[in-house]
């Protein structure tokens, strides 16, 4: 539980930080919009005062604003960085905390499951004999019921033939006696003396006292014979109750075997989940060491752009120097005109005039080997062959890589292989008529467009493709008219400002990549943070099965307790069946004690 704690209390932190984090994305995207409200209300001004306006200084400001831009990327790619250690340092203690867990769980799980077994076992086996001496003991107690039954009945039987064969006697005896009166009375109405009247009168009262004995001793019989009946009646009901507790005992020791027997089941199901969770953690921390590795290619990556970048503003900053150098104080008025393309234009602002070609381009993801599929990236036509020419002279100098969509992409390995190619790390191009595509290309589609850090990406090109077309919407409104085609036609000869588009174009696709490279850190981040989360809900389950199990022994508890009530009922069905049994036979001996009463009685009555 404690663990569970400190899980739960990482978990706050880190939804903390989410929050948090989700906060400064607003506030990021608040102040996009304000730049963005800004930006056209700049574009509006720029457009009054175009006419006024000189090229060189616009492209001196553009130059600042993309210095500007590398400043701020370079400032996210540093807080980028240390955030990329602070969560690599969360996924270590992460991992290290999910070792000791899975280690403890497996330990506790080891533990209890032997513990189990042992106690079921034990219980088992106890039960078991329990079950078998109650068994012997019922049969006993069922040998030793019947057997006095049947003694109670033969008994009882011959109790009632005694009865009977005294009775008969006794009628005998009356019979006799009575023939005994008649002869009696014959004598005394035979003899006339008063001495007969005597004796006949003694006779007469001893045969009727003998009628007043024998008329209280059959009462007492039947009194004795009812209560006997009674007493049997008794016993037999009795004996029946008996039969019954058994019959529960029994019952009861099957409830208690099947919930012993559903038990071991309920355990060896857990003991057989228990290896496919440790190989699903297995398999997690392979994928949570494959990422990690990942990342440190992104990281090495990022570190090698980041050197290009600083190279190239190295030698863009000497051949600007070299430039203000050999520069004429009196500039041409066509010298940006003659860029081949129009990368700072966009499409709607150049209506009628036939625009230059440029050869279509890929951007080199070299850096990582990322394969980007051809139909993603832009493209502009022109018609005529001169300009074909001067763009194939201004791809001669470009060192990144520049390929066809009919070349195939790079062999080399992939971050993401992703098999539908829809090309994780291929952002649009900043610099193309068509960069205001919403960027559909992103994984997940139009429902990964929702994600607060695809917006802010997408915001990031709005700003890029908007700082880029500052600088050329004067072109394109002036080269709608004839006059100012032939100049554009002209300005192709005009290679002199070609290295510095070449030197902006380059910083640009430079902050392109590693905004992608960022945006693929994001990615890989939420990933691992899903992998995280599982493995906690497996942390959850593992814990849950735990609590089972204890519930389980909690339940082998009761029903030891309720063996214990069992055995103590049984004992005492025991002790009422041998209090019964003294009763019986202290009845027996009353009876016998009445009955030799009685046969006193008998005799003294004939003699």
């Given at each position: 539980?404690?663990?569970?704690?400190?899980?739960?209390?990482?978990?706050?932190?880190?939804?903390a930080?989410?929050?948090k984090?989700?906060?400064?994305?607003?506030?990021?995207?608040?102040?996009?919009n304000?730049?963005?409200t800004?930006?056209?209300?700049?574009?509006?001004?720029?457009?009054?005062?175009?006419?006024?306006?000189?090229?060189?200084?616009?492209l001196e400001?553009?130059?600042?604003?993309?210095?500007?831009?590398?400043?701020?990327?370079?400032?996210?790619?540093?807080?980028?960085?240390?955030?990329?250690?602070?969560?690599?340092s969360?996924?270590a203690?992460l991992?290290?905390?999910?070792?000791k867990?899975?280690?403890?769980?497996?330990?506790?799980?080891?533990?209890?499951?032997?513990?189990?077994?042992?106690?079921?076992?034990?219980?088992i086996?106890?039960l078991e004999?329990?079950?078998?001496?109650?068994?012997?003991?019922?049969?006993?107690?069922?040998d030793?019921?019947?057997?006095?039954?049947?003694?109670?009945?033969?008994?009882?039987?011959?109790?009632?033939?005694?009865?009977?064969a005294?009775?008969?006697?006794?009628?005998a005896?009356?019979?006799?006696?009575?023939?005994?009166?008649?002869?009696?009375?014959?004598?005394?109405?035979?003899a006339?003396?008063g001495?007969?009247?005597?004796t006949?009168?003694?006779?007469?009262?001893?045969?009727?006292?003998?009628?007043?004995?024998?008329?209280?001793a059959?009462?007492?019989w039947?009194?004795i014979?009812?209560t006997?009946?009674?007493?049997?009646?008794?016993?037999?009901?009795?004996?029946?109750?008996a039969?019954q507790?058994e019959?529960?005992?029994?019952?009861?020791?099957r409830e208690?075997?099947?919930?012993?027997?559903?038990q071991e089941?309920e355990?060896?199901?857990?003991?057989?989940k228990?290896?496919?969770?440790?190989e699903?953690?297995?398999?997690?921390?392979?994928?949570?060491?494959?990422?990690?590795?990942?990342?440190e290619?992104?990281?090495?990556?990022?570190a090698?752009?980041?050197?290009?970048f600083e190279?190239?503003?190295?030698?863009?900053?000497?051949?600007k120097?070299?430039?203000?150098?050999?520069?004429?104080?009196e500039?041409?008025?066509?010298?940006?005109e003659?860029i081949p393309g129009?990368?700072?234009l966009?499409?709607?602002s150049?209506?009628?005039?036939p625009?230059?070609?440029?050869?279509?381009?890929?951007?080199?993801?070299?850096f990582?080997?990322i394969?980007i599929?051809?139909?993603?990236?832009r493209?502009?036509?022109?018609?005529?062959?001169?300009?074909?020419?001067g763009?194939?002279?201004?791809?001669?100098?470009?060192?990144?890589?520049?390929?066809?969509?009919?070349?195939?992409?790079?062999g080399?390995p992939?971050?993401?292989?992703?098999?539908?190619g829809?090309g994780?790390?291929?952002p649009?191009?900043?610099?193309?008529?068509?960069?205001?595509?919403p960027?559909?290309?992103?994984?997940?589609?139009?429902?990964?467009?929702g994600?607060?850090?695809?917006m802010?990406?997408?915001?990031?090109?709005?700003?890029?493709?908007?700082?880029?077309?500052?600088g050329?919407?004067?072109?394109?409104?002036?080269?709608?008219?004839?006059?100012?085609?032939?100049?554009d036609?002209?300005s192709?000869?005009?290679?002199?400002?070609g290295?510095s588009?070449?030197?902006?174009?380059r910083?640009?696709?430079?902050?392109?990549?590693?905004?992608?490279?960022?945006?693929?850190?994001?990615?890989?981040?939420?990933?691992?943070?899903?992998?995280?989360?599982?493995?906690?809900?497996?942390i959850?389950?593992?814990?849950?099965?735990?609590?089972?199990?204890k519930?389980a022994?909690?339940?082998a508890?009761a029903l030891?307790?309720?063996?214990?009530?069992?055995?103590?009922?049984?004992?005492?069905?025991?002790?009422?069946?041998?209090?019964?049994?003294?009763?019986?036979?202290?009845?027996?001996?009353?009876?016998?004690?009445?009955?030799a009463?009685?046969?006193?009685?008998?005799?003294?009555?004939?003699?």
């Amino acid at each position: 539980m404690e663990e569970g704690k400190n899980l739960a209390s990482a978990d706050h932190k880190h939804r903390a930080l989410v929050k948090k984090l989700r906060a400064s994305i607003s506030d990021n995207e608040k102040e996009l919009n304000a730049l963005r409200t800004a930006k056209n209300k700049i574009d509006k001004e720029l457009e009054t005062l175009r006419s006024r306006a000189r090229r060189a200084d616009e492209l001196e400001k553009a130059h600042d604003d993309l210095q500007k831009l590398l400043g701020q990327t370079q400032k996210e790619l540093n807080t980028l960085r240390t955030e990329i250690r602070s969560k690599d340092s969360t996924i270590a203690e992460l991992r290290s905390q999910l070792q000791k867990a899975t280690e403890q769980a497996d330990a506790l799980a080891a533990k209890a499951n032997e513990e189990a077994r042992e106690q079921d076992k034990r219980r088992i086996a106890d039960l078991e004999e329990e079950v078998a001496a109650l068994k012997v003991e019922k049969a006993l107690i069922t040998d030793r019921s019947k057997a006095q039954a049947t003694e109670l009945r033969e008994k009882a039987e011959r109790a009632n033939e005694r009865a009977r064969a005294l009775e008969l006697e006794l009628k005998a005896e009356v019979q006799v006696m009575e023939g005994k009166l008649e002869e009696m009375r014959a004598r005394a109405e035979e003899a006339s003396s008063g001495a007969a009247g005597d004796t006949q009168a003694k006779l007469l009262r001893q045969i009727e006292t003998l009628q007043t004995q024998y008329s209280i001793a059959s009462e007492n019989w039947q009194g004795i014979e009812t209560t006997l009946l009674a007493r049997i009646t008794g016993l037999e009901r009795e004996r029946d109750e008996a039969l019954q507790r058994e019959s529960e005992m029994r019952r009861k020791a099957r409830e208690a075997a099947a919930r012993a027997k559903r038990q071991e089941e309920e355990l060896e199901e857990a003991k057989t989940k228990i290896p496919t969770i440790q190989e699903d953690v297995k398999s997690y921390r392979t994928q949570l060491d494959s990422l990690k590795k990942r990342a440190e290619e992104a990281e090495s990556a990022l570190a090698k752009a980041t050197a290009d970048f600083e190279k190239q503003k190295q030698a863009w900053e000497a051949e600007k120097e070299e430039r203000q150098l050999r520069e004429v104080p009196e500039r041409p008025r066509s010298w940006l005109e003659g860029i081949p393309g129009g990368s700072f234009l966009k499409p709607e602002s150049r209506p009628a005039s036939p625009q230059l070609t440029t050869p279509q381009r890929t951007f080199s993801t070299d850096f990582l080997g990322i394969s980007i599929p051809a139909n993603k990236l832009r493209k502009a036509s022109g018609p005529s062959s001169k300009s074909d020419a001067g763009g194939a002279a201004f791809e001669s100098r470009m060192p990144f890589s520049r390929r066809p969509s009919a070349q195939p992409p790079s062999g080399r390995p992939t971050l993401n292989s992703n098999p539908s190619g829809s090309g994780i790390f291929s952002p649009p191009s900043v610099f193309s008529p068509t960069s205001d595509a919403p960027p559909s290309h992103y994984p997940g589609g139009g429902a990964g467009a929702g994600h607060p850090l695809d917006m802010e990406d997408q915001r990031g090109d709005d700003a890029f493709d908007s700082g880029s077309r500052a600088g050329g919407i004067i072109i394109g409104e002036r080269s709608a008219s004839p006059q100012q085609m032939l100049q554009d036609m002209v300005s192709v000869s005009t290679v002199a400002a070609g290295p510095s588009v070449q030197l902006v174009e380059r910083m640009s696709a430079a902050i392109r990549r590693l905004e992608s490279e960022k945006v693929a850190a994001r990615e890989e981040l939420a990933r691992i943070s899903r992998q995280r989360d599982d493995a906690r809900g497996e942390i959850i389950t593992l814990m849950r099965e735990l609590e089972a199990g204890k519930a389980a022994a909690k339940r082998a508890e009761a029903l030891e307790a309720e063996m214990a009530e069992v055995k103590e009922r049984y004992e005492t069905t025991l002790e009422l069946l041998g209090e019964k049994s003294e009763l019986v036979e202290e009845l027996r001996a009353d009876i016998d004690d009445m009955k030799a009463m009685y046969r006193d009685l008998v005799e003294r009555t004939v003699k």
